[in-house]
């Protein structure tokens, strides 16, 4: 089965082949008895789910065979010299599980997207796109060298420019879209430095290969290894949305929402996550970049969850949420606990793509209304919507042992806890940063459920006017909420003797190198039974409480939400502007960046490009073509005697000489 | 009738060639120009038509055919070409025909 893996990427390529060139002949065809976005959604669900059953016979095929590791070559792409880059996927359990995810809450979104984008006239174009993305997508996780990750990761990047910009006659839209692209470019600077830097040192750019030398190394290649760590890091930045790029995905959320919950939330923005623990070897062996990548994570996890507090807009919220939870997996893959990483980024997916879905059947609802100050009240008018909001609400917050996001989260917090190197010390503040975002998101995000779907109705007129949505809409919905809950059953910490069949079976041949360094290394404390009840203790009381504090605040004493603000004024003003991180970067790099940009162009291009190499080369040659033209008389007599004496010179040169 | 050697035709033939071409240099009627360079022509031809006779072939009769048969065709086309510069210069003076001039 496994040298079939190409259908995945192809299913959905011939999806948009259909969709794009056919997409509106067949939905003006079958007008009189579907809807538009029913035909060509079916088109683009339908490629998913095939893709989807082949991810899966793959999984199946591969579950319970140890080191289950196979290359799959289709052909040569780039041969020039040594240079040699082929068309070739990586089939093993880290690529598996993020195909998993990538086509199975792929195939939930397009399904649940036949029912959001019943109202809108493009529907062709936007399962189009949204086709794309996911071939693009699976080519980012399949490949096997870092060339093929390139191509995929910047693919995504344009799918999510052409998603997020769906609604291009609107403005924000359309700056949304290019401020994605521009944003992510900066990080995909940093990332082809990074695969240049492996080319020239390792001479190839297939990670076994690479991975191989490197194994292989003693400490030769220490300060390149940290080099292409810090620049793998940096693209990595761009596209998981960690500080100081992390500026493009709250605006990203002015995409239609499947797109806000496959790409901004599910898949594409994991990328970096993925990135790190595919690499798991170079970051393993570089201890200092891996702090520097923990805290960076940690950071955004603390600072991205406070402006969750604040926002009003349902979305924001969840893209706020969604940059603190990358933050949680990027601390993850720093501290070196990958296979945690990559469990977390697992049921973050599922909750995560429920929360957005969710919110957007509510937007849906209420006519594209998502601030939550005009909501409220809404668990009644739609039971379902609520229901499953509520269990990714509850998945996110991490509720304690029924939920994934405890058991994932969990497992990252107990991880940052244990470090030891290159100081206990770090590992205690990032498991406190770690856990006091904890608190944060179990509170903002039930200060979302609260004001959405509790209290009284703030908008009457809205309220009377949503509806449960269709079945269609619905009933991805549920499946992601049972896997929100089942999921985190994958993971359950060993420590306490139960099965962590995703850490220590699935994925530990992956993993098994670096895990190999870090023990070699004294990476990690082992903690004993007690302490891990006590940290899982902490991390349910932790979540009870900020759900409670929300239903505190927002339910029962409403005027404790306005009394703070007001009684913090500023800083609650400076919270809700989004820290000004904007108009910083506005101030400091983009109004001098529009000042050089024109200096270049008033001075060095008009002046020094425009007219004197574009004028003077033109008239350079005008010059010369007045000198020739003194030869052109105009009197047919002097052309004649040319031609006329050429011959002569010519018979006397031939016949003569 | 005695016979008339091949290079008095020759001669005759170069002759007729450095009038035509003197007419080409120094006339300025368009139309003496014209008949100058058929003079040529014909002056290529006759050579044809000696050589031929010179060596019993009639491969060079039947080249002069060819030539003037393209002489009308460029006769025609030339005429037509003249008759319109006249349209609009009103002149047959070929130096009224200058706007080539650099």
Same mark, same amino acid.
């Given at each position: ?22 997409g ?37 095929? $591969? ?20 240079? /040699? ?24 979104? /397009? ?7 019943d ?12 086709n ?6 699976l ?5 096997d ?15 999510? #420019? ?66 292409v ?36 939330a ?27 990548? $923990? ?40 501290v ?12 973050h ?13 509510v ?86 459920v609260?004001?959405t ?26 499946i ?14 060993s ?26 290394? /004294?990476?990690? $404390? ?13 991390? $349910? ?9 929300a239903? /505190?605040?927002?339910?029962? #004493? ?20 989004? #820290? ?38 033109a ?39 | ?40 022509m ?25 030539v ?11 005429l ?23």
């Amino acid at each position: 089965m496994v040298e079939y893996v190409w259908l995945t990427i192809a299913f959905p390529l011939i999806g948009v082949l259909i969709n794009l060139f056919f997409g509106r002949l067949l939905e003006d065809a079958f007008s009189k008895w579907f809807k538009r976005s029913e035909v060509t959604g079916f088109i683009g669900s339908v490629t998913v789910v095939l893709s989807f059953l082949v991810s899966f016979a793959i999984f199946l095929q $591969a579950l319970g065979i140890e080191h289950f590791s196979h290359q799959v070559k289709l052909w040569d792409w780039i041969t020039i010299g040594d240079f /040699h880059v082929a068309i070739s996927f990586l089939v093993d359990p880290l690529s598996i599980i993020m195909l998993l995810v990538v086509t199975g809450v792929g195939s939930l979104i /397009h399904i649940y997207a036949v029912g959001y984008m019943d109202h809108d006239e493009g529907s062709a174009r936007f399962f189009t796109y949204l086709n794309l993305f996911v071939a693009s997508m699976l080519v980012l996780v399949l490949s096997d060298n870092y060339a093929g990750l390139y191509v995929g990761w910047e693919l995504v990047g344009v799918c999510s #420019y052409l998603l997020i910009g769906f609604w291009f006659f609107k403005p924000s839209a359309a700056d949304a879209g290019k401020k994605a692209f521009i944003v992510n470019r900066i990080g995909d600077f940093g990332f082809a430095l990074g695969i240049f830097l492996i080319w020239s040192t390792f001479g190839t750019l297939d990670y076994m290969e690479v991975f191989h030398e490197v194994g292989a190394s003693h400490g030769e290649f220490a300060s390149v290894i940290n080099w292409v760590t810090i620049l793998l890091f940096v693209g990595a930045i761009g596209k998981s949305a960690q500080i100081p790029l992390y500026v493009w995905l709250p605006d990203a959320m002015e995409g239609p929402t499947p797109v806000s919950a496959l790409i901004h939330a599910a898949t594409m923005v994991t990328a970096g996550v993925y990135m790190i623990a595919r690499n798991n070897v170079l970051f393993a062996m570089a201890p200092n970049v891996s702090l520097v990548i $923990a805290f960076v994570g940690a950071i955004t996890a603390f600072f991205a969850a406070t402006m969750a507090l604040v926002a009003f807009d349902l979305k924001r919220v969840l893209a706020y949420s969604t940059i603190s939870q990358l933050g949680y997996m990027i601390l993850a893959v720093g501290v070196g606990a990958y296979a945690a990483g990559i469990f977390h980024l697992f049921t973050h997916a599922f909750f995560k793509a429920l929360l957005f879905m969710a919110a957007g059947s509510v937007m849906h609802a209420m006519k594209g209304v998502i601030d939550m100050r005009r909501l409220g009240g809404l668990k009644d008018k739609m039971p379902e919507t609520y229901w499953t909001f509520l269990i990714g609400a509850a998945a996110l917050s991490g509720f304690p042992l029924i939920t994934a996001g405890f058991w994932s989260k969990d497992n990252i917090l107990v991880k940052a806890f244990e470090l030891q190197q290159p100081n206990q010390a770090f590992g205690i503040i990032l498991y406190t940063i770690g856990i006091i975002t904890a608190l944060l998101t179990a509170f903002y995000t039930f200060r979302a459920v609260f004001m959405t779907f509790h209290g009284e109705p703030r908008d009457k007129n809205l309220y009377d006017h949503a509806h449960e949505n269709r079945r269609v809409m619905t009933l991805p919905l549920w499946i992601l909420a049972i896997f929100s809950i089942g999921a985190g059953f994958l993971g359950l910490p060993s420590k306490l003797g139960l099965p962590n069949w995703i850490e220590d079976g699935w994925l530990y041949s992956v993993m098994a190198e670096s895990h190999e360094i870090l023990e070699h290394a /004294h990476h990690f $404390a082992h903690i004993g039974f007690g302490l891990e009840i006590a940290l899982l203790s902490i991390s $349910a009381v932790v979540a009870l409480v900020g759900i409670f504090g929300a239903w /505190h605040v927002y339910i029962r #004493y409403p005027q404790i939400a306005v009394d703070t603000a007001r009684y913090a004024g500023r800083f609650y003003q400076l919270v809700l502007d989004k #820290y000004r991180v904007d108009e910083l970067y506005d101030t400091w790099i983009i109004e001098p960046g529009k000042g050089l940009a024109d200096i270049l162009a008033k001075i060095v291009d008009m002046n020094f490009i425009d007219k004197t190499l574009v004028d003077g080369s033109a008239n350079s040659v005008r010059g010369l073509g007045h000198i020739m033209a003194i030869l052109q008389t105009g009197y047919i007599r002097n052309y004649v005697m040319v031609i006329f004496v050429g011959i002569v010179v010519m018979g006397v040169y031939f016949f003569l000489l | 009738m005695e016979h008339i050697p091949t290079t008095w035709y020759l001669l005759l033939a170069a002759i007729l060639f450095s009038i035509g071409a003197g007419g080409v240099l120094i006339r300025r009627n368009t139309l003496v120009i014209f008949m100058c360079v058929e003079m040529m022509m014909n002056a290529a031809n006759l050579t044809f038509v000696a050589f031929a006779r010179e060596f019993g072939s009639t491969t060079g009769q039947v080249f002069v055919f060819m030539v003037m048969t393209v002489a009308a065709v460029e006769v025609a086309i030339g005429l037509a070409i003249l008759v319109e510069l006249y349209r609009h210069v009103k002149s047959v003076n070929i130096d009224s025909f200058d706007s080539l001039k650099g």
